[in-house]
């Protein structure tokens, strides 16, 4: 596929449909569910759920409702958002990474923290962050290059690059030193103790599981690292009068804007940790699938490669005022957006009703538990022309998928904060990688996503790279 016919959309070939796990059973009992979900999420449903628009069930005493409809999710997530919260179950695996931070909060807490981090992920805020992804990604692409006679882990690859993009915009200092003891603490975390067991389902969230007790023993080891890394950041000081020069000086610096309060050092601590770790996964992760995706696809591949080329003046990417001209990149910010709707990276909103409601004429009740699932959704039969093709030319059309339909950053007042900085990256990352690279897959084997925290590959595949 040339450019020009990337833009034009012809229907000359069959589209990619890459590999994804069986859908299981519609009549799967409870127990069956519950180990699939140990699994993975994704397993645990069948082809009723890519089909219709609501599906009503009961769960461990509970009535659940999947929700694919638009207008039934605009309810849940914005109409009536105040009423629905985190699952208990939710709150088990996110705090002990994240404590109080903006993921986990609710109420006035989260209100407030959303008030005062906004600034600082504005886009006229993360533009002077950008020359930070670049030189990262420079680096990683340098280290690549070098390693291109032999097989290549893209998947570890992208951890490293992403981690060292999250170190230096949070903190201005790199990863080199750190970058192992917290790639060991993700992968601790999501290896051991981010899977639901079924006690963590069953028991009121006041009643600590077995795993929570293994949990809080890794919430103190975590804070005590990310307190380490704000206190190697506050001995670099900063400049009087200078503008900020990371993250860390923008949050350091944000106060409410109703009541002039700053973020004390325990809140701070939990913000850094979610951005870091929300950051730099889920990029890597989607970075990772875009790659794999584009490895299977060369035509799409070839496609964005010569959007590059032409987006390049003098060896680097073309810049408007001083900044780059990320317009330039539409058909790469395409691809990414594709590959969000395939592998979404947070594959599942779970949300427990803290109130009776209606939702499309459906009684809800108090803890009934409502799941908006983009996995389902971005892959939904009525919703979608081909929803399991990767066709990137879909989102190149000039409309936009039903912002209902399409929640790779949810939607409402909680949308991701840092969506705009992380499209920014995976683009910019992408197209630089893309333009350095020629990538094949090595390891034939289908690679299956997984449902843990993100839309996990169930292993890492071994890549060939090829410079340009």
């Known amino acids: 596929m040339s450019i020009a016919e990337a833009y034009d959309m012809p229907v000359t070939r069959a589209p990619l449909v890459p590999p994804s796990p069986p859908r299981a059973p519609d009549d799967m009992t409870a127990l069956g569910r519950m180990k699939a979900i140990r699994q993975s999420v994704i397993g645990s449903w069948g082809q009723r759920a890519y089909e219709e628009d609501i599906i009503c069930g009961r769960f461990f005493g509970r009535n659940s409702f999947i929700l694919n409809q638009p207008d039934a999710i605009r309810h849940v997530l914005i109409d009536n958002y105040e009423n629905y919260t985190r699952t208990p179950v939710g709150f088990r695996v996110l705090r002990p990474l994240v404590g109080g931070g903006l993921l986990t909060a609710e109420g006035r807490a989260w209100k ?37 006679h032999a097989p290549v882990d893209l998947r570890e690859a992208m951890q490293r690059m992403t981690l060292e993009i999250a170190g230096r915009t949070m903190f201005s200092f790199g990863m080199d030193r750190h970058g192992a003891a917290l790639r060991d603490f993700v992968m601790e975390y999501g290896g051991k103790l981010a899977r639901p067991h079924f006690l963590d389902l069953l028991l009121p969230l006041s009643w600590p599981s077995p795993q ?16 380490m890394l704000m206190a190697e950041r506050r001995a670099a000081g900063k400049t009087d009068g200078a503008p900020p020069r990371d993250l860390f000086d923008l949050m350091g610096a944000a106060r409410d804007p109703e009541t002039g309060a700053a973020f004390t050092d325990a809140q701070l601590g939990d913000e850094v940790a979610t951005m870091i770790l929300a950051g730099h996964e889920t990029t890597a992760t989607a970075l990772f699938w875009a790659l794999y995706l584009l490895a299977l696809d060369p035509a799409t591949q070839e496609a964005v490669a010569a959007e590059v080329q032409g987006a ?15 317009e330039r990149l539409k058909f790469t910010r395409a691809v990414v957006e594709e590959t969000m709707r395939l592998y979404p990276p947070a594959f599942l909103i779970a949300r427990a009703a803290s109130g009776p409601d209606t939702i499309a004429g459906m009684p809800v009740k108090k803890r009934d538990v409502v799941l908006i699932a983009p996995w389902l959704l971005h ?58 690279f020629h990538v094949s897959m090595v390891d034939k084997a289908p690679v299956m996503p997984v449902g843990v925290v993100t839309t996990q590959p169930d292993r890492s595949p071994m890549f060939a790279i090829a410079p340009r």
């Open 112 to 148: 407030y923290q959303r008030r005062t981090l906004a600034p600082a992920f504005s886009p006229r805020a993360v533009s002077p962050l950008v020359p930070h992804m670049l030189a990262a990604t420079d680096e990683a692409i340098a280290k690549l290059r070098a390693a291109s």
């Open 212 to 227: 929570d007790f293994s949990r809080a023993r890794f919430r103190k080891r975590w804070t005590a690292f990310v307190g």
């Open 312 to 326: 390049t003046v003098n060896g680097a990417l073309a810049t408007v005022n001083g900044a780059v001209d990320i």
């Open 379 to 436: 892959r939904h039969e009525k919703l979608w022309r081909d929803p399991n093709a990767f066709m990137p030319s879909r989102f190149m059309t000039g409309t936009p998928p039903d912002r209902f339909a399409y929640l790779p950053f949810g939607v409402g007042p909680r949308v991701c904060i840092g969506a705009h900085f992380a499209l920014v990256e995976a683009v910019l990352a992408l197209a630089k990688l893309i333009g350095a």
